[in-house]
């Protein structure tokens, strides 16, 4: 008999805000989310259980009462911290434009934000902030309140933590090859790509490149390209593309494939995440 699914997600695109902010909701028992990267910021709170985490092969634990704070780009995974037990945590996902714009007036100051070295703050009066602009952008359907709420939380956030830096967080720039062949993988991420492929711009063998490519970004080749193409995906679903039209559109063999990475990597169905934008 199949066992019940415990864990509850909802994974959705507000267009009403700033840069269409991506923003998550979850009560999570089983899921694990595997090595990835955000394009853009990711900032949650904590509101019950723990998280056991990685982020830049550093290891840490999430508990109730804390703010995770992660750089676009940033190679990271999440499991339950005690089996059985669980977390419930909320997200949002800003761009760094949309950050930058907030901390011009917060901070001042030339340079990128950074949120400093560590992942995990614990502040109790910080997290009850995050998750009430959390319930409210998800609940009003005024777009003037959903803005306020983001723009205050935000602003908290990068008062209390957020710098100046000259180079920021970002990760350290890939070397050239590595460069070369991420620009390759971005522009066909649509077509059939074999590692030789790669491999060729990169000019190394394909096993070398392999090695290298995983040192340089913390995932695999294959991926890293998955990635990609699950980011342009939710783009094409948050605009109203049905599954299968998606998957054919990325790169993706069929919708059955989209299904199974999306569901892995977000923890909902591409369905449910198309449902949930607005």
């Given at each position: 008999m199949?066992a019940?699914?415990?864990?509850r997600?909802?994974?959705?695109?507000?267009?009403?805000?700033?840069?269409?902010?991506?923003?998550?909701?979850?009560?999570?028992?089983d899921?694990s989310y595997p090595?990835?990267f955000?394009?853009e910021?990711?900032i949650?709170?904590?509101?019950?259980?723990?998280?056991?985490?990685?982020?830049?092969?550093?290891?840490?634990?999430?508990?109730?009462?804390?703010?995770?704070?992660?750089?676009?780009?940033?190679?990271?995974?999440?499991?339950a911290?005690?089996?059985?037990?669980?977390?419930?945590?909320?997200?949002?996902?800003p761009?760094?434009g949309?950050l930058?714009?907030i901390?011009?007036?917060?901070?001042?100051g030339r340079?990128r934000?950074?949120f400093?070295?560590?992942?995990?703050?614990h502040?109790?009066?910080?997290t009850?902030?995050?998750?009430?602009?959390?319930?409210?952008?998800?609940?009003t359907p005024d777009?003037m309140?959903?803005?306020?709420?983001?723009?205050?939380?935000?602003g908290?956030?990068?008062?209390?933590?957020?710098?100046?830096?000259?180079?920021?967080?970002?990760?350290?720039?890939?070397?050239?090859?590595m460069?070369?062949?991420i620009?390759y993988?971005?522009?066909?991420?649509?077509?059939?790509?074999?590692v030789?492929?790669?491999?060729?711009?990169?000019?190394?063998?394909?096993?070398h490149f392999m090695?290298?490519?995983?040192a340089?970004?913390g995932l695999?080749?294959?991926?890293?390209l998955?990635?990609?193409?699950?980011?342009?995906a939710?783009?094409?679903?948050?605009?109203?593309?049905g599954?299968?039209e998606?998957?054919v559109?990325v790169?993706?063999f069929d919708q059955?494939?989209?299904?199974?990475h999306?569901?892995?990597?977000y923890?909902?169905?591409?369905?449910?995440?198309a449902?949930?934008c607005r």
């Amino acid at each position: 008999m199949k066992a019940k699914r415990r864990d509850r997600m909802k994974l959705w695109r507000d267009s009403g805000l700033p840069d269409g902010l991506e923003l998550l909701r979850a009560s999570c028992f089983d899921h694990s989310y595997p090595a990835h990267f955000h394009d853009e910021f990711v900032i949650a709170a904590f509101s019950r259980g723990a998280q056991r985490h990685r982020v830049l092969r550093r290891e840490g634990v999430a508990e109730a009462g804390t703010v995770m704070m992660i750089h676009p780009g940033e190679v990271h995974a999440a499991e339950a911290a005690v089996r059985d037990h669980g977390w419930d945590y909320c997200a949002f996902y800003p761009s760094a434009g949309f950050l930058e714009t907030i901390a011009d007036d917060v901070l001042g100051g030339r340079g990128r934000l950074d949120f400093g070295n560590d992942v995990i703050r614990h502040d109790v009066e910080a997290t009850q902030r995050l998750l009430r602009a959390h319930a409210i952008i998800t609940d009003t359907p005024d777009r003037m309140e959903k803005a306020c709420a983001a723009y205050d939380a935000f602003g908290s956030i990068i008062a209390r933590y957020g710098q100046r830096s000259r180079h920021g967080r970002a990760p350290r720039a890939p070397r050239a090859d590595m460069r070369r062949s991420i620009d390759y993988l971005e522009a066909h991420y649509r077509e059939p790509v074999a590692v030789r492929d790669v491999a060729v711009v990169a000019g190394l063998s394909d096993y070398h490149f392999m090695r290298v490519f995983r040192a340089a970004t913390g995932l695999p080749v294959h991926g890293y390209l998955t990635q990609i193409r699950l980011e342009r995906a939710k783009a094409l679903l948050a605009q109203g593309v049905g599954s299968a039209e998606t998957a054919v559109s990325v790169g993706l063999f069929d919708q059955s494939h989209l299904i199974r990475h999306f569901r892995r990597r977000y923890g909902v169905t591409p369905r449910e995440y198309a449902a949930a934008c607005r």
